[in-house]
């Protein structure tokens, strides 16, 4: 019998009877069935948010970054296994390689920035402290915190496994608790990914649910707290937008949905290493998953005067591929994820050869392995003859097709592009700094979510045009859905609460758990240099006694680095800048002069300082001036290694005035 998947629902894997069969585009062979009968939607999401929500938000950034670390190592021990799934839905193991492979890059990725860029605390200050008052008595500042509710992520049937992880990573990280609903082509591929994961035990119960199958009331149980994160058509997201929960009580829907993403080869580039780039671009996103890539490129623009050798290059390469079965030894191309789906490019190509024609594709490849043909398709290569009409800007073929559309200016390349409502990338090939890419730029920029230039310099290390990156946002304006999946850091607070806290320097600093600028400081305990980090407070401080600051001490810097900037070492133009008033201190040298006032020299617990960040000089220091040091302890993060802990400390630079002449922090590895 063919087995039904399997949901996860409130602790308990449930597998129903029977349901829609899903069949391989490959053999033509029933997979399996999916079903959710049984499957307690609102059940789901009171999992959610009482058991998965408290769980996770229990642990800090650090260490939910911590569980991704532990996460990838889960899905790398499956990858196999992974890969094996993803062949009987049409995927080449460079295919799977994108899918699977990406999708612990993106994990990877999180849990990096996770560590780095978010505090070791249960929430982040998102930006500076706000004086709002003359005597900086009262403050505000932005803080992030978990929403409390649960994030819905709907993915599309293409990348089972990335899709879906770089929609988790960021949810999880923020502290947010995900349900997640595969589509029903590749389900069974989502089924082993979230079997892996979950049996596992590495995240706490909750953390995570799976329905491998419709949703039924599901969204009836969100409000202001849920967030949904959908990738599919714009139809559908077009029709979901309209719910309740979205239009009422205020949950958060974001799509990433169709998009007619162009290419354009420049006229600055357009001949040898750019053209060539750019046909092999156009190549590769045609094969890639069978051209089932929502960033796949739809339209190339090729300037006129170049059309037949873009067209000859990129038949020769084409006749290259070959098409079948994933699992057999030389296939380049798989098939498209069912009969249907090859059925709706074809019927979507019949509506643009009015105004164009087909070029490449027009004879069938003979397919490799013993498989049904009826979801196979060659790479088409169309070539609009009128590119006025709206045909070749408002449909997309969600398959192996493009269409070549030359252009005789640039700007008659913007008008085009820009027809096509929002794209989630476009990419261009040529020279860096050209007139042309420029004027490209600002034309497209607003329509797009992501750009890509490749010229010589970044031809061999460029990712390709359509790899969305965890670093970057993914999305678009318009048709691609408005929406910011992935965005590294953004993506996160995206399930963060922004909340603007008002207070006194000592509530923000109680509130948040970061020293703010104004609150009290504890200067009555030894150096804090002295304490393991289990003894540090936040607000431990040091203020040192003074230095004075001699010409002989600019100008023995000067001669050390070979910094002889006018303004240290010539009196007379010093006093004409309309600046100085005469010869200053080296700004470096006042905090070389901070670190020797503020540092304990015997061995302790303070092992390395490994950084400095926001320097800033307020104002000059001159011969004579007298500085001191208040040396505050701002904030704690740990590190893995059980013996070590980070510890950020807030240092101001004042003058003999109690004038601030330097701010910055400075990072150090203290030892437990």
Known sequence: MTRTLSSYVAGTWITPDGGEAVVSPVTGATICQVSTDGVDDGEAVRHAREVGGPALRALTFHQRAWLLKDLVKVIAAHKQDLYELSALSGATSKDAWVDVDGGMGAVATYSSQGRRFLPDAHVVVDGPVQPLSRDGSFAGVHVGSPKEGVAVQINAFNFPVWGSLEKLAPALLAGMPSIVKPATPT?????????????????????????????????????????VGFTGSAATASHLRTHPAFTSRSAIFTAETDSLNSSILLPSGA????????????????????????????????????????????????????????????????????????????????????????????????????VDDAAFMPPTVLLADDASRDEVHTLEPFGPVTTLIPYDTVDEAVALIRRGGGSLVASAFGPAGADDAIALFAGIAAHHGRLLFVDDAAAASQTGHGSPLPHLVHGGPGRAGGGEELGGLRAVHHHLQTTAVQGSPDQLTALTGRYVPGAARDTSGPHPFTKRFEELSIGDALITGEREVTLEDIEAFAALTGDTFYAHMDEVAAKASPIFEGRVAHGYLLVSAAAGLFVWPDPGPVLANVGLEDLQFAQPVYPGDRIHVRFTCKDKGSARDPDQGTVTWDVEVVNQRDEVVATYDVLTVVAR
């Open 271 to 370: 001949e040898g290493a750019h053209l060539d780039r750019f046909v092999t671009e156009v190549a590769t996103e045609l094969t890639t998953k069978a051209g089932q890539r929502c960033t796949a490129i739809r339209r190339a623009f090729v300037p006129a005067s170049h059309t037949d050798e873009v067209v000859t290059k990129l038949r020769a390469q084409l006749a290259e591929v070959v098409l079948g079965d994933p699992r057999v030894e030389g296939v380049t191309m798989g098939s498209l994820v069912s009969a249907g789906a090859r059925a709706g490019v074809e019927r979507t190509v019949e509506k643009l050869l009015p105004g164009a024609r087909r070029v490449i594709g027009d004879e069938p490849l003979p397919l490799v392995g013993d």
């Open 187 to 227: 389900a069974y591929v989502a089924e082993a990914l979230y079997r892996a994961i979950i049996d596992s035990g590495v995240l706490p119960e909750g953390a995570v649910q799976f329905i491998a199958g419709p949703v039924h009331d599901l969204f009836d149980h969100l409000d202001g707290q849920d967030l």
